[in-house]
């Protein structure tokens, strides 16, 4: 990213070359494994990008914020003056969501001028809007000298998507985006949010992340309706136990399950929980062995879960993994994020990856007729000034 090139575009939009704005960046992430588990109380394995969202900003007298960004055309002047309320431009509800959740909190806002840079996919589940939240958060924190702690401002960009957005989303996406580090995958335990730094050393092998390129229309309800089936799976098992969430049961209790859960889609979705949980927990330690064979090999029973029992694939992201893993060198592939759509994540060996995109992509598109785009990120450090 030419950030000299931002900071034109800033003199441009809002004049004043004397007073120079201030940059934060806040990555996208990956998630590695662990999917669909946060909301449920169980474990993840994400890591940040070193794709993410640039933030300037600066302060201006007054009570007026200017926002602006160079992805979308809608620029929104506003005066503060109590909470805010959604909008119908879409991006915009991001940063205003995390600025009311520090208005909740008493902070002092005053004017402001934002442009934002956001060199991330939108809607592929690469966590576009968790890190433009992110950003949001620590230059605020950072400006109005707020003191807020990073897990605290992770909790208050979750808020903003859940109350303000309106997308129900669990922890993880702000999380990664908040604790990321450098090389370095997040062991993340989304009931208690204890968490570990696993460094990831992929000698001989890259990560390539590939992008479906389908809009992801219906993800939102579809994401809702899982999590009401899981919600639905804890209540039928309270017959059993009092469990808080599905992830307080064991990958060796899984017989339980069919005892108590009846309903055959409930049964399924509390299913891929329970064993994606069992499969982060091996996933660590083989990793911390080197044995990236092996954790190959789970993502790939991540993927075949989260279609078989989850239901959150689609032709999109079956055809690049199952393709995908006719192709030589491919250790394991498998979607990532909410699904319905956006990326999968694959662990390929070096020598093999450029045959895996251009073979990958002719499979793709006469399937699909979409074409993909191919990704070949660095895991990089959490949001910050720069
Ligand atoms: C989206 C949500 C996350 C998580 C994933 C699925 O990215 O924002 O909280 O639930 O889907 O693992």
């Given amino acids: 990213m030419d950030t000299q090139n931002l900071f034109e575009k800033f003199y441009q939009k809002y004049w004043n070359r004397n007073d120079k704005p201030v940059l934060f960046f806040s990555p996208g992430r990956v998630n590695l494994i662990g999917e669909h588990t946060d909301y449920n109380g169980g474990f993840v394995f994400p890591c940040a990008?070193?794709?993410g969202t640039y933030l300037l900003i600066r302060k201006i007298k007054g009570n007026t914020l200017k926002l602006s960004t160079l992805n979308f055309t809608d620029d929104v002047e506003t005066t503060l003056n109590g909470l805010f309320v959604n909008t119908v431009k879409k991006w915009i509800n991001y940063p205003l969501g995390v600025i009311n959740e520090f208005l909740k909190k008493g902070v002092e806002i005053?004017?402001?001028?934002f442009l934002y840079y956001g060199d991330v996919p939108n809607g592929a589940g690469l966590s576009s809007s968790a890190s433009i939240e992110m950003v949001t958060a620590v230059a605020l924190n950072d400006f109005f000298k707020a003191g807020l702690d990073t897990l605290e401002l992770v909790k208050m960009s979750q808020r903003a998507e859940n109350l303000f957005v309106g997308m129900n989303c669990g922890i993880m996406d702000q999380f990664a985006v908040g604790f990321g580090k450098k090389n370095h995958a997040i062991f993340l335990n989304c009931d208690t949010l204890a968490f570990e730094n696993v460094p990831i050393k992929l000698d001989g092998y890259s990560l390539i992340i590939t992008n479906t390129n389908k809009r992801r229309g219906l993800t939102d309800s579809k994401y809702n309706e899982r999590r009401g089936e899981c919600e639905k799976a804890v209540e039928l098992l309270q017959a059993y136990k009092p469990?808080?969430?599905?992830?307080?049961?064991?990958?060796d209790e899984s017989d339980?399950?069919?005892?108590?859960?009846?309903?055959?889609?409930?049964?399924?979705?509390?299913?891929h929980v329970i064993s994606e949980n069992g499969r982060v927990l091996e996933a660590v330690k083989v990793l911390k062995n080197n044995n990236i064979i092996r954790f190959g090999e789970l993502m790939n029973l991540s993927h075949d879960s989260l279609k078989d029992d989850?239901?959150?694939t689609g032709k999109e992201l079956d055809t690049l993994v199952y393709e995908g893993r006719k192709l030589p060198g491919v250790?394991?592939?498998?979607?990532?994020g909410a699904g319905f759509g956006g990326c999968t994540v694959s662990i390929v060996r070096k020598a093999d990856a450029a045959k895996f995109m251009t073979e990958l992509s002719a499979s793709y598109q006469k399937q699909t007729g979409l074409t993909p785009e191919f990704y070949q990120p660095e895991i990089g450090n959490g949001a910050g000034k720069l």
């Fill in 331 to 336: 250790i394991g592939t498998r979607m990532t």
């Fill in 256 to 271: 339980i399950l069919e005892k108590y859960i009846k309903d055959p889609v409930v049964l399924r979705r509390a299913k």
């Fill in 49 to 51: 990008l070193n794709y």
């Fill in 110 to 113: 005053s004017g402001l001028e």
């Fill in 243 to 251: 469990v808080r969430n599905l992830s307080e049961l064991k990958t």
């Fill in 310 to 312: 989850y239901e959150v």
